[in-house]
């Protein structure tokens, strides 16, 4: 199985690169620059150097042709203005699921944010990302050759992971480690019954295998 995660520099996606490598999976990373391919090749993942940024619909797409199933786990990340919330949360990742779309890629995993909303008010940076990343969730959902699921994790932190979580449609805010983000999306890589749904996930009670299975049988 071909996994090509966009963002394959970001925390998230290292980790999920090494959980998906460790399990067999055949995993590429799109970076902006060269000297984070490394990083993935340590990681078990082959780097694809493109820019989202400035890449055509036809250019990710054939980055993507032969592969079962993309993640979009870009992000413009902190320190980063609002008008780079616009074109990497929502212009990369509309860009991203149209090129999927194009590669006839059917299963597509999205990295959200609880509270996005294309409709969210106000304008600090942070609003502007969470609409922006709302507006990109929105498209992703009009996709309807898409196998689609779209996660949405709380406050993120460095913490150990526990691998104990709370994944529902609506969790209410929390924190939640990167560790276990990262080995929830590769839990719904491996469950198809979850496409179609958007899930809010923060540290829980739950082991991430039950969570996911709990969501699909919904």
């Keep these: 199985m071909r996994i090509v995660i966009a963002g394959g520099h970001g925390q998230i996606a290292l980790r999920l690169e090494r959980l998906l490598s460790a399990r067999g999976y055949e995993v590429a990373g799109i970076i902006r620059r060269p000297e984070q391919g490394d990083d993935l090749r340590e990681a078990g993942a082959e780097p694809v150097l493109l820019d989202l940024e400035s890449a055509t619909v036809e250019q990710v797409a054939a980055y993507l042709q032969g592969a079962d199933a993309a993640v979009f786990a870009a992000g413009a990340g902190p320190g980063s203005g ?8 929502e212009g990369a990742a509309v860009l991203f699921a149209d090129a999927a779309v194009r590669a006839r890629v059917r299963r597509l995993l ?68 990167r560790d276990d983000v990262a080995a929830v999306l590769a839990e719904l890589l491996e469950t198809p019954a979850t496409a179609g749904l958007t899930l809010e996930l923060i540290s829980g009670s739950t082991p991430v295998s039950v969570a996911v299975k709990s969501v699909a049988g919904n």
């Design 110 to 177: 999205v990295v959200s944010s609880i509270g996005a909303d294309p409709d969210h008010q106000g304008d600090e940076v942070f609003d502007v990302y969470l609409r922006a990343k709302g507006a990109a969730d929105a498209h992703v959902r009009r996709q309807d050759t898409l196998e689609w699921t779209i996660l949405r994790p709380g406050a993120l932190t460095d913490d150990a992971g526990t691998g104990l979580v709370r994944l529902e449609a609506h969790t209410g805010r929390g924190p939640v480690p």
């Design 82 to 89: 609002a008008a780079r919330k616009e074109t990497v949360d």
